[in-house]
């Protein structure tokens, strides 16, 4: 069936420094590609998200990739921050479904 | 305006027993959907509904039936509860399409013993 690999599943930087976190998808129909933010006892929040016909996208500190041919897409925080720390998930989708990664822990140490 | 509201915020029940979430939405959204997020899993889909009087199944619709009440309120029933449940639930709103706007509730935390 169609599924989302995401990976790490902990990521832990220091202060200022840059995190990756890659994705990958089954489903070549996937045309939206969102990225949320979960912190502890809320609901996921996107942060940035991305449509098939556009190669990256950039918001202040966070940026996205996406490479429709090899299924894989990543984000990008730089200059990370001790609030950045939460749970990351990305997801797949097209039309009303999403199929999202199973989520990683970033931990941004002082 | 408030976004999507879940109630309630906990439960524990034991097992056969039955309850219905509730999610409400004051966005005037067309979809609406209901997951389940365990453990090392993500978010994964219940149900869902499009618009209106309109619900689909999604990754894993057993033991859940929903009812889409209005344009605001999208209600999710587990009629025998299993331990198999105990879970997170998280409703969230679509603009449009179910790829626009994308709006999650705080999440209910059900325990079933």
Known sequence: GENVEQHPSTLSVQEGDS??????????????FPWYKQELGKGPQLIIDIRSNVGEKKDQRIAVT???????????????????SAVYFCAAGSSYKLIFGSGTRLLVRP | NAGVTQTPKFQVLKTGQSMTLQCAQDMNHNSMYWYRQDPGMGLRLIYYSASEGTTDKGEV?????????????????????APSQTSVYFCASFKDRG????????GTRLTVT
């Open chain 2, 99 to 106: 790829l626009y706007e994308q709006y999650f509730g705080p």
């Open chain 2, 61 to 81: 619709p057993n033991g859940y039936n929903v009812s889409r009440l209005n344009k605001r309120e999208f209600s999710l029933r587990l009629e025998s509860a």
């Open chain 1, 19 to 32: 995190a990756v976190i890659k994705c990958t998808y089954s489903d070549s129909a996937s045309n939206y």
């Open chain 1, 66 to 84: 996406l490479n429709k041919t090899a299924k894989h897409f990543s984000l990008h925080i730089t200059e990370t921050q001790p609030e950045d």
